[in-house]
């Protein structure tokens, strides 16, 4: 008796978040996937059992393909920027200082705002006539960067709006990270004659293995998820340079009604983040121990 009235108030406590992780998360996948063999058509009545086809279709799509090697791209250019700039700031930012509260806080204000905040105040920037960074070329004698219309500029204007707009978190979680280890490890390595390099990749890197783990999984699938800067920014113009998988799966669900091949690439795309988040665990978890 004891030892159920014990669990009673576990199951208290969880039922909230269960119920709302089921009926938001679990439920919806389940739905995606069963959705996924179907043909579906918002402007017919009903929907098509067509098995494995729309999969079929997908593997032998290539704007499927082309959408979805400019994802991974993204998260290949992105993530190792975002990761490494996140500590670099966080660790500029471990001590105590008169402003270091103020840097701060200017750091992580881009991550409070919208993304379609965000999107506006970077295609501003980046008018080749008007924009800031178009005023400043112009102050330097230089040509004019069209960073929107160029195919070879696009997506690195994508990544640097990003960036500005996300790494605020990071520099967050990595804070956290270091002002969690212990300092005498630091003074016991500085008695020792441990040179910074040294104190760093000894004391901070392993310490910091569960905070490289959490913001390295977090950062590859917010990556993957990129949609609203690509869209307000370029639409994914120019020729389709940065036409994101998730944009497509936009497109073909929204603008061409397929709700059923829609969810068939959004199937596939989770399957992918889940494959690499569970890599990335793995190896994180090998090095530890």
Do not use: C
Not at 117 to 124: C, D, K, N, P
Not at 204 to 224: C, D, E, G, K
């Amino acid at each position: 008796m004891k030892s159920r009235s014990s669990v009673v108030p576990v199951i208290v406590f969880i039922a909230p978040f269960m119920t709302i992780y089921l009926v938001f998360q679990i439920y919806p996948l389940v739905q995606a996937v069963i959705s996924s063999l179907f043909s579906w058509d918002l402007l017919t009545s009903g929907r098509q059992f067509i098995g494995i086809e729309n999969y079929i279709r997908m593997f032998s799509d290539s704007i499927f393909w082309h959408s979805f090697k400019n994802s991974l791209l993204f998260v290949i250019y992105s993530t190792p920027l975002l990761v490494i700039l996140g500590l670099f700031l966080a660790m500029l930012l471990n001590h105590s200082s008169r402003f270091i509260s103020l840097f701060r806080t200017v750091l992580f204000a881009p991550y409070v705002l919208s993304v379609s905040v965000t999107t506006l105040i970077w295609g501003f920037m980046y008018n080749p006539q008007k924009g800031l960074l178009g005023v400043f070329f112009q102050f330097l004698g230089l040509e004019p960067v069209y960073w929107l219309t160029d195919p070879s500029l696009a997506m690195s204007a994508i990544i640097y709006a990003t960036v500005w707009w996300t790494v605020g978190f990071n520099l967050v979680l990595f804070l956290a990270g270091l002002q969690d280890i212990d300092r005498s490890l630091y003074e016991a390595a500085m008695l020792d004659g441990a040179k910074g390099f040294q104190r760093f990749f000894y004391i901070t890197v392993p310490s910091l293995s569960r905070t490289f783990m959490l913001v390295t999984v977090l950062q590859v699938i917010a990556s993957f998820q990129i949609f609203g800067q690509v869209y307000i920014l370029t639409r994914g113009g120019p020729g389709g340079t940065t036409r994101v998988l998730i944009q497509y799966i936009y497109e073909t669900g929204f603008r061409d009604y397929q709700l059923g091949y829609a969810s068939t690439m959004a199937v596939f795309l989770f399957v992918v983040m889940f494959i690499i988040s569970f890599l990335q665990f793995t190896i994180f978890s090998g090095e530890k121990t």
